[in-house]
């Protein structure tokens, strides 16, 4: 019943930057988290970037001063900013989020994920 939809993803030369958005809809009671989390061929998903819904945020230190994570709590949506990319950011983007179902059972949800592919 819900859906995380990313958007954004794409091919960008080196230094360039992207802006990745995940729009969450369906049937849901609230969103307590949303994330990104990125996969690169024979590597494990990793987090990239988490926002909470009172504001906090958490970064890979990878990304920390490149990336930035931002939310709409009540669209339900977050966005990546990506900048000054690196060939390294190559990967597959999942967007997740944390939340309460209708029956306020604690559950996670997963985007199908967006390819990021950075040119040298």
């Known amino acids: 019943q819900v859906q995380l939809v990313e958007s954004g993803g794409g091919l960008v030369q080196a230094g360039g930057s992207l802006r990745l958005s995940c729009a969450a809809s369906g049937s849901i009671f609230s969103i307590d988290a949303m994330g990104w989390y990125r996969q690169a061929p024979g590597k494990q998903r990793e987090l990239v970037a988490r926002i909470t819904n009172g504001g906090s945020t958490n970064y890979a230190d990878s990304v920390k001063g490149r990336f930035t994570i931002s939310r709409d709590n009540a669209k339900n949506t977050a966005y990546l900013d990506m900048n000054s990319l690196k060939p390294e950011d190559t990967a597959v983007y999942y967007c997740?989020?944390?939340?309460?179902?209708?029956?306020?059972?604690?559950?996670?949800?997963w985007g199908q994920g967006t390819q990021v592919t950075v040119s040298s």
């Open positions: 997740n989020a944390a939340g309460l179902s209708l029956h306020l059972k604690g559950i996670v949800y």
